[in-house]
């Protein structure tokens, strides 16, 4: 008997889902226990692991202090321009360096050497340049996500279809034209994980910097807190800026899926 010319097909199986649910769970719970167990046997000098409860306090109050969303304004406004400074300064040198073999051969060594560089140490350089204001907070926060996306964007230029340069040149397409309508939206998952990259290490550099020599920000309440030896609150400010980076991070992401061809979806 012929089999029906329509046929569904089931959504993908994961039975796997619940497992992987219940394992992070059970690692949650595990490194609770251990800190609560570390911080109750009085291995550490009092309040250096703080108990869960003396941390729970503090982050209530962290929240509920005006102060603390001024500083987050700063701390973000900060991240944000270093971001779109090193970011599209890096996105033009990648697409520079990986449409060019010269280029590439000549400069694109530095990027691998000096990436991995420590950008703090570039930081008092930075403060005779910019001053002791947000300027040299949002200069290491650029120069730190410059390198990933730099790379990041040269190697997606080299994944582009050559077919695709040879049709935009084919049609007199100016620079401009080829970088939006062609180079973009073809290296567009390599330029994206880039600036995921690049947004992680700008958020480093910024706190970095303002732990360094600020009075706002969050990096500044983060070593307040320790200079005052307030371990609670200073794990609170710690806390609260590991879910910050983890939600711009999964909103990037999500960015990155509904703008996705419906092919990679």
């Not at 219940?22 to 250096?48: K, P, T």
Request: aromatic letters at 10%; glycine letters at 10%.
């Amino acid at each position: 008997m012929a089999a029906s010319g329509h046929v569904t097909t089931a959504p993908e199986s994961r039975p796997w889902l619940g497992r992987v649910a219940l394992l992070r769970i059970g690692f949650v719970l595990a490194l609770l226990v251990v800190w609560e167990a570390l911080a109750a046997s009085g291995l550490l000098y009092q309040d250096v692991v703080p108990s869960i409860r003396k941390i729970a306090a503090a982050l209530v109050a962290v929240l509920a202090d005006p102060a603390f969303y001024r500083n987050l304004g700063v701390t973000a406004y900060e991240v944000a321009f270093a971001l779109a400074i090193g970011g599209a300064a890096g996105l033009a040198i990648g697409i520079l360096i990986g449409g060019s073999r010269f280029l590439a051969a000549a400069l694109e060594h530095y990027l691998y050497y000096l990436g991995p560089t420590p950008k703090i140490i570039f930081f008092p350089i930075m403060i005779m340049w910019f001053g002791v204001g947000p300027g040299s907070k949002m200069a290491m926060g650029a120069l730190s996500c410059f390198f990933p996306v730099a790379l990041s964007a040269a190697a997606g230029m080299r994944e582009i279809d050559t077919v695709l340069i040879r049709v935009g040149r084919s049609f007199r397409a100016s620079t401009s034209q080829m970088v939006a309508k062609i180079y973009l939206p073809a290296m567009r998952a390599p330029v994206i994980n880039g600036l995921r990259l690049g947004l992680g290490i700008a958020i480093i550099g910024v706190l970095l910097a303002e732990t360094k020599l600020s009075n706002q920000g969050l990096g500044f309440m983060i070593i307040q807190a320790y200079t005052l030896f307030n371990m609670p609150r200073m794990y609170a400010l710690l806390i609260i800026v590991f879910a910050l980076a983890a939600l711009v991070n999964a909103g990037v992401s999500k960015l990155d899926q509904i703008s996705a061809p419906p092919a990679r979806r």
